[in-house]
C-alpha cells in the first residue's frame, strides 16, 4: 500500500511516508475504539432484552459505568494521537516541503529557469504545497485508516451473518470504485483549472510590473479587458469543475449510505423467515451508525485529493529536474578561462557552435558582436549558470563542468547591467558578497565603489533600506552597489556586462572609476555594447550567429576589417547623430 509509487504521487518526503503510516496507525485504532462504543450499547441492550423476554434480573451500574469510564479515556487518548499523527506531524512536513524545494531550487541550472516563469514558480512553492498539506492532513490519513478499519469491521461481522454484512458494506466498494474511476476526469479538470489560475496570475503580474508603460500608452481600458476575460474564464472553469466533481461526490455518498436500506430490509426479511434474532439485526444497525463516518471527511474532501494529483506532479517535476552536480574542490592553476570548441544548445535550438577562445589570467577580454550573436551565454557559460553541450570550458587547467557550481562561484564577480537588489538596507545589500564581512570591509568596499557620495545624503546612511530592488536609488547608484559588492568579494574573475551603456556622463565616470578598481590584476570577461569601451581591451572575440568570427587586439582587427571593424564604423556614425528640428 504505502510503496514509492505511493510516496511519489503524494509528493511525500521519507518523514512524510513514515507520518502518514502513523496518521493511518492512529486512525485505524481510533476508528476500532469508537465501534468498540457501540459494543457497550450492544451489550447493555442484551441484558435488556433478557430481562424483558427471559425475566433476568438488570445487570448492576458498576459494570457498564466501568466500562463507559474507559471507553471515554480511551477515547480520548486515541483521537489525540490521531490528532498529532495526520496533523501536528503534517507542519512540519509542510516546512521540510517548502525547504526541501527551495534546496532543490537553488541547484538547478539557471536554462530552467527561462522556462518557468516566476508565478509558476511561486505558485508550485505555496499553493501547490497548501493543496497537497491539506490532502497529507485532511484525506491520507483518515481515507486510508477507514479502508483498513472497515475491512477489519466487515470480516469481524462475518461471524456473525454474512448477508446482513454484504447487505451493510456493499455501498463502500461501489462509492469509492465511483469515486475512483472519475479520478481522471477530475485531474484533467484540476489542469484546465490551474492553467486558467496561471493565467490570472501572470496577468496581475504584469500590470504591477508595467503600470508605467500601460498608462502612457493610454492602454488601461485594453489592458483590464484582456485581464477581465481571464478572471472570468477562471471562474467559469473552477464552477464547471466542482460541479463535475461534486456530482460524482453526491452520487458517491448516496450510493454509501443506501446500506443502511439494504440492511434494514434484510435483517427484517431474516428475522421474518426465523434466520436470525432481533439482536443480530440491531447489532448490525449499531454497525451501520458508524461504519460510515469515518468515510465522511473523507469524501467531502477526496475530489481535493484527485485534483491534487496536478500539484504533485508539478512538485515532482522539481524533484525529478537534473541538478548541476560536481567535486567540492576547485584548485585550479591560474585563472586563465578557456573555451575549447564549446557548443550550447538550447530547447533543440542551436546558440553556439564551436566557440574557442581563451581569456587570459591579467587581462580584459571583450565579447562583441551583433544582438543575438552568444556574448550572454558565453558569459554564463564560464561561470557554469549553464552546462555547455559540446566542447569543455576549462579554468586554471580544471574542466568546470566537473565542479559544484557553488564551489566554482567563489572564484567569481558578476557585474551586469540588470541590477538585482534586496529590500532591505545599503549594508546588508553590499555584504552579499561576502558572508561574515564585518562592517568595516563593507565599508570599505563602498568607497572604493564611490558609494560614500550618495549614501551620505540617505536619511540613514548605510543603515537606510533601498526598497524592493532598489526602487529609491538612480540606475548609477545601484550598479556602484553591484560593484561594491564584487569589490567585498575579490574573486579573481570578473564577468562584466557593460555596466555604463546606460548612464549618464556623471555616473558613467564615478562607475568607470569603481570599476577600473574592481578589474586590476584579475581575469576579465567583458560583454561590450560600445566599441569605444573595448579599445583598450587585451583580446577581443567577435561573435556572429553563434560562432567566432574574429578574435585578436583592437589593433590586429581593426587592420583585418570584417565585421568589428564594420561596427566600430556604424557606431562612429551614430555617435554623429543629432536631434534636429
Not at 4 to 20: C, I, P, S, V, W
Not at 82 to 90: E, K, N
Not at 136 to 165: E, K, N, P
Not at 549 to 564: H, K, N, V
Amino acid at each position: 500500500m504505502f510503496s514509492k509509487e505511493f510516496q511519489r504521487r503524494y509528493a511525500l518526503t521519507d518523514q512524510g511516508l513514515k507520518n502518514t503510516k502513523s496518521g493511518v496507525f492512529w486512525t485505524v485504532i481510533t476508528n476500532l475504539v469508537v465501534m468498540g462504543g457501540m459494543g457497550i450499547l450492544y451489550l447493555l441492550m442484551g441484558a435488556f432484552m433478557d430481562t424483558l423476554t427471559g425475566g433476568a434480573p438488570l445487570p448492576g451500574a458498576a459494570l457498564p459505568v466501568a466500562l463507559t469510564a474507559g471507553f471515554v479515556l480511551l477515547s480520548f487518548v486515541t483521537h489525540l494521537q490521531q490528532y498529532r499523527a495526520t496533523y501536528g506531524l503534517v507542519y512540519g512536513e509542510v516546512k521540510t516541503t517548502r525547504l526541501r524545494l527551495a534546496e532543490r531550487l537553488r541547484k538547478l541550472p539557471l536554462g530552467y529557469f527561462g522556462k518557468r516563469d516566476l508565478a509558476d514558480l511561486t505558485e508550485t512553492i505555496m499553493g501547490d504545497v497548501n493543496r497537497m498539506e491539506h490532502v497529507w492532513s485532511h484525506v491520507l490519513g483518515y481515507l486510508y485508516g477507514a479502508y483498513i478499519s472497515t475491512a477489519i469491521i466487515a470480516v469481524c461481522l462475518l461471524f456473525y451473518d454474512w448477508r446482513l454484512m454484504i447487505a451493510c458494506m456493499w455501498g463502500v466498494p461501489v462509492a469509492f470504485g465511483l469515486l475512483f474511476g472519475s479520478r481522471k476526469i477530475a485531474a484533467r479538470s484540476s489542469e484546465v483549472t490551474k492553467k486558467a489560475a496561471l493565467r490570472v496570475s501572470d496577468g496581475i503580474q504584469e500590470a504591477l510590473e508595467n503600470v508605467r508603460e500601460i498608462r502612457a500608452a493610454n492602454q488601461e481600458e485594453r489592458y483590464l479587458a484582456s485581464l477581465y476575460e481571464k478572471i472570468d474564464q477562471h471562474e467559469k472553469v473552477t464552477i464547471r469543475g466542482e460541479l463535475t466533481t461534486g456530482l460524482f461526490v453526491n452520487a458517491a455518498s448516496v450510493i454509501m449510505r443506501l446500506g443502511v436500506a439494504t440492511t434494514i430490509l434484510t435483517g427484517a426479511s431474516l428475522i421474518l423467515s426465523g434466520q436470525i434474532d432481533f439482536m443480530v439485526l440491531f447489532l448490525f444497525l449499531l454497525v451501520i451508525t458508524r461504519v460510515y463516518a469515518p468515510f465522511d471527511q473523507s469524501l467531502a474532501l477526496i475530489a481535493e485529493m484527485f485534483v491534487s494529483q496536478v500539484s504533485a506532479d508539478r512538485i515532482n517535476e522539481i524533484y525529478e529536474t537534473p541538478i548541476a552536480k560536481g567535486v567540492e574542490t576547485f584548485q585550479p592553476q591560474g585563472h586563465d578561462i578557456v573555451f575549447d570548441h564549446v557548443g550550447f544548445a538550447y530547447d533543440k535550438k542551436q546558440v553556439l557552435r564551436d566557440v574557442s577562445f581563451t581569456a587570459k589570467e591579467g587581462e580584459v577580454t571583450a565579447l562583441v558582436g551583433p544582438s543575438g550573436s552568444g556574448k550572454s551565454t558565453c558569459a554564463r557559460l564560464a561561470a557554469r549558470l549553464w552546462d555547455a553541450t559540446e566542447g569543455t570550458i576549462r579554468v586554471g587547467g580544471v574542466d568546470i563542468a566537473t565542479v559544484d557550481p557553488e564551489v566554482l562561484l567563489t572564484d567569481y564577480s558578476m557585474v551586469f547591467q540588470d541590477v538585482v537588489l534586496f529590500d532591505d538596507t545599503v549594508l546588508e545589500n553590499i555584504r552579499l558578497g561576502k558572508r561574515g564581512a564585518t562592517d568595516e570591509e563593507v565599508r570599505a568596499a563602498a568607497r572604493a565603489a564611490n558609494c560614500d557620495e550618495f549614501v551620505s545624503r540617505l536619511p540613514q546612511g548605510y543603515d537606510t533600506p533601498i526598497g524592493e530592488n532598489g526602487t529609491k536609488l538612480s540606475g548609477g547608484e545601484r550598479q556602484r552597489i553591484s560593484i561594491a559588492r564584487a569589490l567585498l568579494k575579490d574573486a579573481p574573475i570578473v564577468l562584466l556586462d557593460e555596466a555604463t551603456a546606460s548612464l549618464d556622463v556623471e555616473n558613467e565616470t564615478k562607475v568607470q572609476e569603481a570599476l577600473s578598481r574592481l578589474l586590476q590584476g584579475k581575469t576579465v570577461l567583458v560583454i561590450a555594447h560600445r566599441m569605444r569601451t573595448v579599445a583598450g581591451a587585451d583580446h577581443i572575440v567577435v561573435l556572429e550567429d553563434g560562432h567566432v568570427a574574429q578574435q585578436g587586439t583592437p589593433a590586429e582587427l581593426m587592420e583585418q576589417g570584417g565585421l568589428y571593424r564594420r561596427m566600430v564604423e556604424l557606431q562612429s556614425e551614430s555617435a554623429q547623430w543629432r536631434l534636429n528640428r
